[in-house]
């Protein structure tokens, strides 16, 4: 069968997604960039802000409509949130939360919209790509509870994936050619704390368990930072960048946003970053008009 996948969002659906065009190749399906050319359409939603959700609901729709008629299946943080909405269209053959994401294709064939596959789900499968980086989601999920935020509602508690199964998904990617691997996660500072380890654990592992040419982290919490995690910036393999969240400016509105850190902490944060780390780049992320912000 023709698969289209099309992905909506942050780096963490990027690694569902890639990871789910795997699993279909590997029990015989193929991987199709069009919509036209789909037998089954899938669309992994976002739900990060409104214009998110809005747009998700129209690709889903246009995946529909570009596949002439064909199934179109619904996944991700929008179909999450709004269930209902997706539900009740008649375009959509499934609607899956992420719940059911890691089994989704057992789910499809369950439902009569896959064929039963002639070969099991393998780990040791490539897809054919033509990009040197790919992501490797760590953990799901986020026990913080920051006031603007919806997808920890869309992805529930903090689940950390095993270490080895991490080593391996990596040491598949680099034997299949890709240069750089990205770590993500929904909240990757925070991974292993249901593991008894640790983010700075994972990476010092994945140096020296792999081959891989350049490991990227991707964003996190300004206290995942650690002076353990800087550390390990000794090895060139690891880039030189870390995207830390600031969201605001002003210590009052952290407050109100529930971010568990005010300004001049994160201050020194990045000065331990530069001092630790030379050459280190670092970008961040601002929210603009926050409830009871002014242009003061």
């Not at 029990?27 to 998700?56: F, M, W």
């Not at 943080?77 to 053959?93: N, T, V």
Request: hydrophobic share 40%.
């Amino acid at each position: 069968m023709r698969v289209y996948i099309t992905t909506l969002g942050c780096r963490l659906n990027q690694s569902e997604s890639d990871r789910l065009a795997r699993e279909f190749v590997a029990i015989g399906h193929e991987i199709v960039g069009d919509a036209q050319d789909a037998e089954l359409s899938i669309v992994n939603t976002c739900a990060v802000t409104h214009k998110a959700t809005r747009e998700s609901r129209q690709v889903a729709r246009r995946a529909h409509r570009l596949a002439s008629g064909a199934p179109t299946v619904v996944t991700g943080c929008a179909s999450e949130i709004e269930p209902d909405y997706f539900a009740e269209s008649a375009e959509i053959a499934l609607v899956t939360g992420h719940a059911q994401k890691d089994q989704l294709i057992p789910l499809l064939i369950e439902r009569g919209i896959l064929p039963a596959p002639d070969a099991t789900l393998s780990e040791a499968f490539p897809l054919p790509h033509a990009r040197t980086r790919a992501f490797v989601k760590i953990q799901d999920g986020c026990g913080n509870r920051c006031a603007y935020c919806v997808s920890r509602l869309a992805r529930g508690d903090e689940r950390s994936r095993p270490v080895q199964a991490i080593v391996r998904e990596v040491n598949l990617l680099v034997a299949e050619g890709f240069q750089e691997v990205v770590l993500t996660g929904l909240h990757a500072a925070s991974y292993g704390r249901d593991l008894g380890t640790s983010l700075a654990a994972l990476v010092r592992t994945l140096l020296a368990q792999t081959s891989l040419a350049r490991l990227r982290l991707s964003s996190l919490e300004p206290w995942g930072a650690s002076d353990e995690l800087l550390d390990l910036w000794s090895d060139p393999r690891l880039c030189r960048h870390l995207h830390l969240p600031l969201q605001s400016g002003c210590d009052r509105t952290l407050r109100r946003m529930r971010r568990g850190y005010n300004t001049r902490q994160f201050t020194r944060r990045v000065e331990s970053a530069r001092n630790k780390v030379s050459g280190i780049a670092i970008s961040t992320d601002l929210l603009v008009g926050f409830p009871g912000e002014s242009d003061a």
